[in-house]
């Protein structure tokens, strides 16, 4: 198998060389998840967006490397500080043999902002896109953008006529329980087209002989089929019932090495795990103490992170697959300060014991602490030697671990007091998108993912500003001021990126990225 396996170099990421075209081939893989929906815009979740970006396409798209390239524009160019201009590529034509104009840009823009969408959340910064002609279209932004392309790998394209004719003129609304047709079918014009699909089973994808791209890839047809146990479906893997798996458990992997018909491959994911404190309240939710919150003292936050060994949660937990973060930002990130990824203070318990007595906190405190456990690499295991960390400065952890589906909840309602999250940056592959999500003043449209509710204005300022400077030197240097001060601050305490893990059997191609994507159109298959 060749794998792209990305590493840090000054010239960024670098991947293998893809084999020349073999015979069509059947390709099987799996993950631990399956896609919650086959409509493109009904939700915000990762893995389903990378999905149905095998079968739906967008004007742009990433490469395998996170570089910006054509995909159904040919071209574009800035007409004016809030306006681009966007060639359409003619001849292209829906699974369905319909064709592909600006009509069908324009509908999917106004999906999106129907109420079932997740994916707006994506394209906030877009004001309209408008028809020039039948092959050109402007989108119109409510600031100058210079990240736009960026948003634009999210506005998945749907044929207007088929939506019409099924009924499907509105984003599945999931949360409601509100399906529509395009739920589970499709209609794109991706490489892929949608055969057959059996939620949490098997789904079935055709190669789109008609693809106005050439293909990279040789397959004929793609069968996914999500397997949520680790140990089934590494079993599955080394009897030959799935050609890869993009989910492999990391205690697995030694064992996966061995095996001379498999190889692994592994590189550092977009995706920084790090640690969130309530900031807000004036008396935190789970803890003992009272009538006032310990997580507003910058000392206090201080101390939590220098109670924190991240080499050793690499060494003793993570096997070894994680990279320490100094900042919240993967240093892949498009605009990512690579300067500023070394720890801002080190792992050291009798500097965070005398911080916290110098807080007031003398003996330390009790609080609770919320964590996934099926969401991250190895969540579950990471808060439990945290929690021992923490209790040798004198910080007790009443551990409160839940599945994904109840500690969301958490996260949306605020009701967190310590807490583990992470961030890739996604969909824009961009800090501008993590800063948002994760650093800003918590509003209806940014913050989304500061539940602790942080808040500094000095900060804030910086966004527009990073949102809107096109000069790259000098997006460079607000976006250094700006992680600056949020490190300062100790806003959050940055652990580490986790590690994207994939196996195959031998023969076959795949180019792996750090946004964990499997691009299908780039997959090569060699007789078994």
Wanted: aromatic share 8%.
């Amino acid at each position: 198998m060749k794998l792209s396996l990305f590493k840090r170099t000054a010239m960024g990421l670098a991947a293998c060389a893809i084999m020349s075209t073999a015979g069509a081939a059947t390709f099987t893989w799996s993950s631990n998840l399956d896609a919650l929906s086959m409509d493109p815009h009904s939700t915000n979740n990762s893995f389903t967006n990378a999905f149905v970006s095998n079968i739906y396409e967008s004007l742009v798209r990433f490469n395998d490397k996170l570089q910006i390239e054509p995909a159904l524009a040919t071209s574009w160019k800035v007409v004016s500080p809030t306006v681009w201009r966007y060639t359409l590529r003619q001849g292209v034509k829906f699974h369905n043999g319909e064709t592909f104009d600006a009509d069908d840009v324009v509908f999917s823009w106004q999906r999106v902002n129907t109420p079932g969408s997740l994916v707006k959340g994506n394209l906030s910064d877009l004001k309209d896109v408008r028809k020039v002609d039948a092959y050109t279209v402007d989108v119109e932004t409510h600031s100058p953008l210079p990240t736009l392309n960026n948003e634009m790998v999210q506005l998945l394209i749907m044929d207007k006529g088929w939506s019409e004719q099924n009924r499907a003129t509105e984003a599945s609304d999931l949360g409601r329980q509100k399906e529509n047709f395009a739920n589970r079918n499709a209609n794109g014009t991706g490489p892929f087209k949608l055969v057959a699909r059996e939620v949490d089973t098997r789904t079935t994808l055709a190669a789109n002989t008609g693809w106005w791209d050439k293909p990279k890839h040789n397959l004929t047809e793609v069968l996914f089929q999500p397997i949520k146990s680790d140990a089934t479906r590494t079993s599955s893997l080394i009897s030959g019932g799935i050609d890869a798996s993009i989910s492999v458990p990391l205690q697995d992997v030694p064992r996966l090495k061995s095996i001379t018909t498999l190889d692994v491959v592994q590189g550092p994911e977009l995706r920084t795990i790090f640690m969130g404190m309530d900031q807000s309240r004036d008396e935190l939710l789970y803890s003992d103490v009272k009538g006032k919150n310990p997580f507003k003292d910058l000392r206090v936050r201080q101390a939590l992170y220098q109670a924190i060994d991240v080499e050793a949660l690499k060494r003793s937990v993570m096997r070894g697959a994680s990279w320490p973060a100094g900042n919240l930002l993967s240093p892949y990130l498009n605009g990512s300060p690579v300067s500023l990824n070394k720890r801002l203070l080190p792992f050291n318990p009798e500097a965070s014991k005398a911080l916290l007595k110098e807080a007031g906190y003398p003996n330390g405190f009790t609080v609770g602490m919320q964590c996934p456990n099926d969401r991250y690499v190895y969540d579950e295991a990471l808060c439990l030697a945290m929690s021992s960390m923490f209790a040798k400065v004198g910080i007790k952890t009443n551990l409160m671990i839940e599945p994904t589906v109840k500690w969301s909840v958490r996260l949306n309602s605020n009701d967190v007091s310590l807490y583990m999250v992470g961030h890739a940056g996604l969909p824009m592959a961009d800090v501008y998108g993590l800063l948002k999500d994760v650093v800003a003043t918590r509003t209806g449209k940014e913050g989304s993912l500061n539940a602790g509710k942080y808040s500094n204005p000095k900060f804030d300022a910086y966004l527009p500003q990073i949102a809107g400077e096109i000069d790259p030197a000098k997006r460079a240097k607000l976006i250094e001021e700006a992680v600056t001060i949020e490190r300062n601050d100790v806003s959050h305490i940055p652990l580490h990126q986790q590690p994207v893990t994939w196996a195959a059997r031998k023969g076959i191609s795949l180019s792996q990225a750090p946004d964990n994507q499997m691009r299908l159109w780039l997959v090569q298959v060699n007789s078994k």
